[in-house]
């Protein structure tokens, strides 16, 4: 992956990250990274050449930018946030029109005109495709309600996705037809029987049984865009979470590596008086070392709570039963009784799911800042190192 591409996903990874409203459930960052991979895959079917995978590559990051400014022409918003940036950049004006003319080509009712427009297109609808098709419908819906004031019943919600899915849209490369079109109409078919058995139950059940049930779901039963916003985040979370675990053992493993070659190779030479020159530059890339080593560790190493609770925390809400450093040592009775009164208390029990979501916020920061702090040390100590060493070899040659 070429230097620009690198620059733009990180970009726009930053604005969507910095500057997009929460209430963006599906136009976010992590619709952009999935159209970002569709793309990529729907490219190496398609041999398209360096500069046109270049081209693709950048307005898939950039496309949705302009959500950043608001809903109303967000596109034209994007291209105008894309030509800044490539400008910026230095990129060629001939290149920048021609990812501008791409982002364009994301509005609704366009029809592409070239290969890198239907590739970019089929792209961006990719979840219709997919299996999770229905969990990132729900996320627009929540999304329409949140940011467009637009409400549907379950019958009208179905509706308009059996219509968009059978009449509206096409994929449009026969590489994305081939991958996506069965599950597409699986989904359809999905949608087909709900509707059916939504309509069937419509007919049976009177109004006032309807009323009834729609009051005790809307109060014992969370709404499932409510869910599945939960659900993606915690494991958008657990995802970055193995990211920097990752990365410090990575860290820690090469650190390990370095130290037992100083250890074998290096230091029993300096008991020598030739090598009395050594002896600084050494301390300085052992310590280095050993820095980098501690601060992994401390970047991975688990906090563990008391594990206990009482009943008067649970009525008072005081205690999250879904992290486990709360009940660990609790017997099965206890946790048994609590979590059932959890689940009673829907009130309790988001906040619950809140308080989880934060703390465990606060612990990715946590590990990113000393990971980060890791990295600086491990670069600026082996530059330094390398100049000690540097040093130390012109002076002792100088001397001699």
Not at 108 to 134: T, V, W
Request: proline share 2%; aromatic share 8%.
């Amino acid at each position: 992956m070429n230097n620009i591409v690198v620059e733009t996903e990180k970009f726009a990874t930053k604005l969507l990250n910095e500057k997009l409203e929460t209430s963006f459930l599906y136009h976010n960052l992590t619709h952009t990274q999935r159209v970002v991979e569709k793309a990529t895959e729907l490219a190496e079917h398609c041999e398209l050449n360096d500069d046109d995978k270049e081209i693709l590559f950048l307005s898939s990051w950039l496309h949705d930018t302009g959500y950043t400014q608001g809903i109303e022409n967000h596109e034209e918003k994007s291209v105008v946030i894309a030509k800044d940036f490539l400008k910026l950049k230095a990129y060629p004006a001939e290149k920048t029109d021609a990812v501008c003319q791409l982002i364009m080509a994301t509005k609704m009712d366009y029809k592409p005109q070239n290969q890198l427009e239907k590739i970019i297109r089929d792209a961006d609808c990719s979840h219709i495709g997919s299996k999770s098709y229905f969990e990132v419908s729900e996320l627009l819906r929540k999304e329409w309600e949140l940011l467009c004031n637009k409400t549907f019943t379950e019958s009208q919600w179905l509706d308009q996705n059996i219509n968009f899915l059978s009449k509206k849209h096409k994929f449009h490369t026969p590489q994305a037809a081939s991958n996506w079109d069965k599950r597409k109409g699986k989904n359809l078919s999905e949608l087909l029987k709900m509707k059916k058995k939504l309509d069937t139950n419509n007919k049976k059940l009177s109004q006032k049984k309807e009323e009834l049930i729609f009051k005790k779901n809307k109060v014992e039963m969370p709404e499932r865009g409510i869910e599945t916003m939960f659900r993606v985040t915690l494991k958008n979370h657990m995802h970055l979470s193995n990211i920097a675990d990752t990365k410090a053992n990575i860290l820690l493993s090469v650190n390990a590596i370095i130290m037992s070659l100083v250890l074998a190779n290096l230091i029993p030479k300096l008991d020598n008086a030739s090598n009395k020159h050594l002896i600084i530059p050494t301390i300085i890339f052992v310590l280095v070392t050993v820095a980098s080593i501690i601060l992994s560790i401390l970047a991975t190493r688990p906090n563990v709570t008391r594990g206990k609770f009482t009943k008067a925390d649970v009525a008072n809400k005081k205690v999250n039963l879904l992290f486990f450093g709360n009940f660990h040592k609790m017997s099965l009775n206890d946790f048994e009784w609590a979590m059932g009164e959890m689940m009673q208390d829907r009130e309790y029990l988001y906040s619950s799911m809140k308080k989880d979501l934060y703390y465990l916020g606060l612990v990715l920061n946590k590990k990113y800042k000393i990971l980060r702090l890791t990295y600086s040390v491990f670069m600026i100590g082996i530059i330094v190192s390398v100049i000690a060493f540097a040093i130390a070899f012109y002076t002792s040659g100088a001397a001699r």
